[in-house]
C-alpha cells in the first residue's frame, strides 16, 4: 500500500499562472478530501468528494480554485492565475467509505513568485 | 464560527512530565473525536480517537477524555519524551458524514 499519493511535490509558479495539483487516494478509499496549510490559518478544509461526487465545496475560494474527481484514483486541484497568497502545502487525504480515519498524503508545497 | 477550538498554540513540558491538551467542539452531533500528530514538513497522522459511546480510550502513554455534556475532549499524555514533540490536532466529525473539522492545532515541545 502506497499510502496517498500527490504530485508534484514541489511546485514553483510565477504570479498569474496555472497550478494544477494531482492526488491519487489509497486504492478502495471512497472519500478524497484536499486541504491547505499554512503556518498563519494552519489546516484549513478546501473540499471533499465521495464515490467521485463532489460533496462539499465551502471552503473553496469562490474565484480561481476548482476541484474535480474524473474517476476513482486520482482527484485534481487547479489553481488558475495563481497569487502569492496561494503560496502553501496543499493536502489531499483519502478515508474508506463509512470509516473515520482519513489518511493524508505528503503534500505539494506550491510556492507562487 | 469555527467548529472545533484549541485555545492552547502551543505548550512546553519537560521531559517525564504529564500534560494535557484540550479541545471544544460546537456541534453536539458529532460523535466521532480523534488526535492527529504532525511532525514539520510531515503530513497529520491519527495517534488515538474515539467514538461517543465511551468516555475514555487509553493507547500506551495517551489517553482521551470525551465530556459530551460540556462538548470537550481531551488528550492527555504521560512520561512525555522529547520524540513527542510535534504539533497536536484535535478533529470531531459526524459518523456516516465524511467531513470531519480540525482544530488549529497545540505545537507541543518537550524539552530533555
Known amino acids: 500500500n502506497a499510502g496517498v499519493i500527490q504530485t508534484p511535490r514541489h511546485k514553483v509558479t510565477g504570479k498569474g499562472q496555472e497550478a494544477t495539483l494531482w492526488c491519487e487516494p489509497i486504492?478502495?478509499?471512497?472519500?478524497v478530501f484536499w486541504y491547505r496549510q499554512t503556518i498563519v490559518q494552519g489546516l484549513e478544509f478546501l473540499t471533499y468528494f465521495r464515490n467521485q461526487a463532489p460533496i462539499d465545496d465551502s471552503g473553496m475560494p469562490k474565484e480561481r480554485f476548482s476541484a474535480q474527481m474524473p474517476n476513482q484514483s486520482h482527484s485534481t486541484l487547479k489553481i488558475q492565475s495563481t497569487q502569492p497568497q496561494d503560496s502553501a502545502v496543499y493536502l489531499c487525504?483519502?478515508?474508506?467509505?463509512?470509516?473515520?480515519?482519513?489518511?493524508f498524503g505528503p503534500g505539494t508545497r506550491l510556492t507562487v513568485l | 464560527g469555527q467548529q472545533v477550538k484549541q485555545s492552547s498554540p502551543s505548550l512546553t513540558v519537560q521531559e517525564g512530565g504529564i500534560l494535557i491538551l484540550n479541545c471544544d467542539y460546537e456541534n453536539d452531533m458529532f460523535d466521532y473525536f480523534a488526535w492527529y500528530k504532525k511532525y514539520p514538513d510531515n503530513s497529520p497522522t491519527l495517534l488515538i480517537s474515539v467514538r461517543s459511546n465511551v468516555d475514555k480510550r487509553e493507547d500506551g502513554r495517551f489517553t482521551v477524555f470525551l465530556n459530551k455534556s460540556g462538548k470537550h475532549f481531551s488528550l492527555h499524555i504521560t512520561a512525555s519524551q522529547p520524540e513527542d514533540t510535534a504539533v497536536y490536532l484535535c478533529a470531531a466529525g459526524r459518523n456516516n458524514n465524511n467531513r470531519i473539522f480540525f482544530g488549529d492545532g497545540t505545537q507541543l515541545v518537550v524539552k530533555p
Open positions: 486504492s478502495g478509499h471512497s472519500a
Open positions: 487525504a483519502s478515508r474508506v467509505g463509512g470509516g473515520d480515519e482519513q489518511y
